[in-house]
């Protein structure tokens, strides 16, 4: 009996007009300059197991690492919500109970009348949930605060199977691995500290996002997915 490998890819359905239409509104968002009075807000967010020590860890010594038992016991689950502004270089995590509507809603009314409150408008990069909406406010707000929010805010979707032109992904993946990877959190709280902790430590690098994936790159290279046209 030979062994099969398997590997997983997001991969973009062959000649489809709609999934090249948002590639390129999306690329042509990361392609303006920055503008304070439009900033460019990419969001994306992932559920997370909560899992609490049956057995107190050994603690590392000179001689050997720290000391896990295999047995964990489930203790819930959590939602990270990552928000990045690429060309600001800032990022920030918020760990959640749930991942409804409600909740995201919550997160963008806070960013929208904090951090951007002075902003015209903020130019949002997501993927197309059905708890990315603008009906979302309303379940969360009253109307009156539900419309000034809504009109302060334009969404870029990303295509269906196209969520690598997330840059927010990117962020919540590279967050994973540096923090959350291999690790047990018991409860939002201690996940809370530890992502909040992460996301002050980069932001005080200043660590940017330089997007080099143009419109006339994908026209070359992803022409697959490009219709062809017949006269």
Excluded at 110 to 138: M, P, Q, S
Excluded at 173 to 200: D, K, N, P, Y
Excluded at 206 to 220: C, L, N, S, Y
Aim: charged fraction near 30%; hydrophobic fraction near 40%.
């Amino acid at each position: 009996m030979t062994s099969r490998k398997i590997e997983y890819w997001v991969i973009p359905p062959k000649a489809d007009g709609e999934f090249v239409a948002h590639m390129e509104v999306v690329l042509d968002t990361y392609a303006t300059p920055y503008d304070c009075r439009y900033p460019v807000l990419n969001m994306d967010e992932q559920p997370i197991q909560l899992l609490k020590e049956t057995r107190v860890p050994i603690p590392a010594t000179k001689d050997h690492p720290q000391r896990v038992d295999y047995e964990y016991e489930r203790a819930g689950t959590a939602s990270i919500f990552m928000f990045c502004e690429p060309l600001a270089g800032w990022r920030q995590v918020r760990v959640r109970e749930h991942r409804t509507k409600v909740d995201w809603a919550v997160e963008m009314g806070e960013l929208l009348r904090g951090r951007y409150a002075a902003a015209e408008k903020v130019i949002l990069v997501c993927d197309n949930l059905n708890t990315h909406t603008i009906g979302a406010f309303y379940e969360a707000f009253d109307p009156v605060t539900a419309r000034a929010l809504v009109r302060r805010l334009e969404f870029r979707h990303t295509p269906k199977h196209g969520s690598w032109l997330n840059i927010a992904e990117n962020e919540l993946s590279a967050m994973t691995r540096q923090c959350v990877h291999g690790r047990r959190f018991a409860t939002i709280e201690a996940l809370r500290e530890e992502t909040v902790a992460w996301h002050e430590y980069v932001n005080d690098k200043q660590r940017g996002v330089e997007w080099q994936f143009r419109i006339d790159d994908a026209r070359t290279k992803l022409n697959s997915l490009y219709p062809k046209i017949k006269i």
